[in-house]
Structures are given as C-alpha cells and as structure tokens.
Nanobody
Framework: QVQLVESGGGLVQAGGSLRLSCAAS????????MAWFRQAPGKEREFVAA????????MYSDSMEGRFTFDRDPAKNTLYVEMNNLEPTDTAVYYC??????????????????WGQGTQVTVSS
C-alpha cells in the first residue's frame, strides 16, 4: 500500500504560479511511476505529467509542457509540479497517483492504483 497526500492548491489570479506537492508514504520503495492528473467540473480526468520514479524521466501532456515543471525528491518521497502562467482553464482538482507496475501507459489513469485525495486549484480571470 502507498498513501499519497497532495498540498499546495489554492486561489490564484491568471498569470500567477502555484507549486503542488505530493507526499508518498507506505511501500514507496515499490513505486515505479508517479503522475499528476487533473479534473475540472463536468470533465473527465486529464493527464498532466508522469515521472519514472527510479531515473526521473518525465512525460508531459503537450498542452501543459512549457508552463508546468515536474520534479521529484526521492529522499523525501515527494513529487512536485510547478505551474506557471496559470489560466482560468487550469482550474481543476489536481490528483497525484502512483503505480508499482512497469506496465500500462503513463498517461492513462487506469495505469495507477494509488491516488491522493486531490487539491483544488482555482485560477481567477
């Protein structure tokens, strides 16, 4: 079992920045990949970025690469996403997820077994 807790969400004006964190606990040595997803009201859950926990290789959603920067601190078992130049369309609940498996597409929510409770990001215009 792996437990995930997100933090860092909040209200920000358009053009502003936020940094989200996801702290993992439990059987973290088994983590293969971690990822961020987001879900806006009335929409499906959307892939943001994923990272290979062992070597740090990252994969970004095309629409967010360049504005969002993804990083991890293995010593703290913590995943980060720095979000810059935020737009109202970035308003969503942001979820952290992890999988212990090396199979499955990194951009698919079905790949991930463990999820955090989510943190709300609201961008005002």
């Amino acid at each position: 079992q792996v437990q995930l807790v997100e933090s860092g969400g909040g209200l920000v004006q358009a053009g502003g920045s936020l940094r989200l964190s996801c702290a993992a606990s439990g059987l973290t040595s088994n983590m293969n990949r971690m990822a961020w997803f987001r879900q806006a009201p009335g929409k499906e859950r959307e892939f943001v970025a994923a990272i290979s926990w062992g070597d740090g290789r990252t994969m970004y959603s095309d629409s967010m690469e360049g504005r969002f920067t993804f990083d991890r601190d293995p010593a703290k078992n913590t995943l980060y996403v720095e979000m810059n130049n935020l737009e109202p369309t970035d308003t969503a609940v942001y979820y952290c997820a992890t999988t212990t498996s090396r199979y499955g597409a990194s951009s698919s929510s079905a790949t991930y077994l463990y999820w955090g409770q989510g943190t709300q990001v609201t961008v005002s215009s």
